[in-house]
């Protein structure tokens, strides 16, 4: 069986704080992300998914791309990165405008919560696996000129 890619975006802000996005029903908190549409490229999937979750649009030649993670055993993620002021991407202002049906047949937002979290909260706030991504994401940053 052929692993899926979702592809999503390491929106830091200048203090160098990752922007989080808590999942409708959900203990843990995520990065925005999710599937391409047929014919999307990873980049366009990426900057659609995070204006659908967090409603900040942002131009294609702002995402540095960081490349292909390793996830889960049936999901990698395609990840790419982009600075913006926290005044303009206040996470009070964010809003999602994708939805999904629950179990009880009601729409829900995708994402119901926004914050800013330094790095080294990032353990305590996502999935073990989420945040050994994105400690690899920013190592990966870092180490870049």
């Known amino acids: 069986m052929a692993k899926s890619v ?35 490229s990873p980049r366009e999937a990426a900057l659609r998914e995070l204006r659908e979750e967090t409603g900040v649009a942002l131009h294609p030649e702002a995402l540095r791309e960081l490349g292909l993670f390793a996830y889960r055993p049936v999901k990698d993620l395609h990840l790419f990165t982009a600075q913006v002021d926290a005044s303009s991407a206040a996470a009070e202002h964010c809003r999602c405008t994708s939805f999904f049906t629950d179990r009880f047949g009601r729409q829900r ?25 994105l400690a690899q994401a920013l ?7």
């Open 6 to 40: 979702s592809c999503g975006v390491l929106l830091l802000n200048e203090h160098g704080q990752v922007l989080l996005a808590h999942a409708s029903g959900l203990r843990h908190w995520d990065i925005p992300k999710g599937l391409p549409d047929p014919g999307e």
């Open 109 to 133: 937002p995708e994402v119901d919560a926004f914050r800013w979290a330094a790095p080294e909260a990032l353990p305590s706030l996502c999935t073990p696996r989420m945040a050994g991504v």
């Open 139 to 145: 190592a990966r940053l870092d180490a870049r000129p």
